[in-house]
Structures are given as structure tokens and as C-alpha cells.
């Protein structure tokens, strides 16, 4: 079987389960506050009663589990080695959502080849008795396997933050999926803002030039505000939605899964032009 026939495989699995959602959250570059979006977005999905799994799939510089602040003994690697089933390295976080480390540290992890990577997919999605979302949490970057991984979702929320580097590299992610499929549902979200103005600017002018330049449409899920207490959640160990739940980036991520799960409640953005972007991506 080639590459190309086990990716479609595992796509054709994914559409039989119209009603399981497999969300990718990708970025092109670190430090975005990728997997931040990752877990707080899966407990206030949650909290809507949506029954939530994180795969952390930055595979060898995992994280998740240290954001939950949950010491794991299993991960993927246990399930590849066969020494493990599924079941086995399920972990439980806040709010009742559950979560796969994806082993941090662990050299071999990150040298996964793509029959592996659509193994471990391949079954997480027949979780559906139990699971109605899944979020994979993917590495920042550009790579094959990373590209796989983004195909095999349902849809796929690139984060990146209003910086020229962080929209730049965000575009290049875009480009390559829609090099690869066209019609795979794109959402872009806006992080680490300074102000919503600012927020505002980036994120109409971001999606406008996709638009324009790749003939793409991506839906602009949302953006959040920078906001120190993020930082001091992490250092706590203790996502930010659990730990201040009124605050700022609290009220923002709730906002944004009311637009994933098209909740009243969520915010209605208009398209604007910015010459701005034009400028940085114009040359892309």
C-alpha cells in the first residue's frame, strides 16, 4: 500500500463518522500559544458538553500533560511498542476531558513514519462511542508528517499571532494544504494580541489576502488578547480557564468555541481590507 493510499484510508475513515469533528491546531512557527489554545479551548468546549480528546501530537516535545498539570506513565509510544492498548494510555484532565501525552522526550516519537502516524489516528477515530471531538494537537512547522496529520483532520484552525514572522510562516502553512486539498476547511485564529483593534486589522487583513493570493476561503474563527496571566496559568500548571475563568483570554477562548460549535454567543466579524498584509504576503 503507498503513502498516498494509507492517507486516504485514514481520510475515508474520519468522513464515515460524519458526526466525530477531528480538529488539527497548527502553526507555522513556535510560540504562538498553540498548545495554550489546544487545551483551553478543549475544556471550554467541555463545559458546552462536548465530549473532548487531545491528542498531543508534537511528537517527542509534548506538552500537554505538563499545561494539565497531570504526571503521565503512558503515551503513544507505549501503543506503537504494542505494550499498551488505547484504552490503556488515555489520560483525564480538568473537565472532564481527556487527553494522549505524546511523550515528551522520547527520541523515537519524533522520528514517526507516516504508517504509524495513521495507525495511531486511525484508531483514536473509532473512538466515537465516547468522544464526540477530537483536538490534535500538532507540532509547529512545516513537514511531511505534520501535513498528514492536517489532511487526515476534518478541519484544521492555523494560530498565529499579528507579528510580519508568525503571518508569514502561517501563510506558507496555509499554502501547502491548499496545495495538497483545496477544500480542506481552514479557520484562522489570531493570538497574543496587543489590542482588539490591532486584533481586528490582523485577522481581516490576514484572511482578505489568503483570499486573494491561494483563491481560499478560511473562516476567521476568532482572536485573544495578550494577556499576562496565561504565563503565570503555565507556570501553575493549571490551564487558565480553570484557574482565572473570568478572565480576558477566559471570556475570548469561550467566545471562540461557541463559533466552532456555531453557538449563539460568538462573534460575527466583517471583512476588511488591509493593506498592511498585502504588503508582507504580497511577495509570498
Known sequence: MTKGDQAQNLRD??????????????SGKGGVGKSSIAVNLAIALSRLGVRVLILDADFGL???DVMLGVTTKYNVSHLLRGEKMLGDIIQLGHEGVRFISGGSGVN???NLDEEQINGVLGRIVKLDAIVDFIIIDIGAGINENIVQMILASTETIVVTTPEPTAILDAYALIKTIVARDKAHTIRVLMNKCENKKEAQRAQDGFVEVVGRLLGKNVDPLGFIMYDNEVTMSIKRQMPITVSSPGSAMSREIDIIARNLMDLPGGRVSN???SRFF?????EA
Open 13 to 26: 475513515l474520519v468522513n464515515k463518522k460524519p458526526e466525530m469533528r477531528v480538529v488539527s491546531i497548527a
Open 62 to 64: 509534548a506538552n500537554v
Open 108 to 110: 523515537d516519537l519524533m
Open 271 to 273: 471583512s476588511l481590507l
Open 278 to 282: 498585502s504588503k508582507i504576503l504580497g
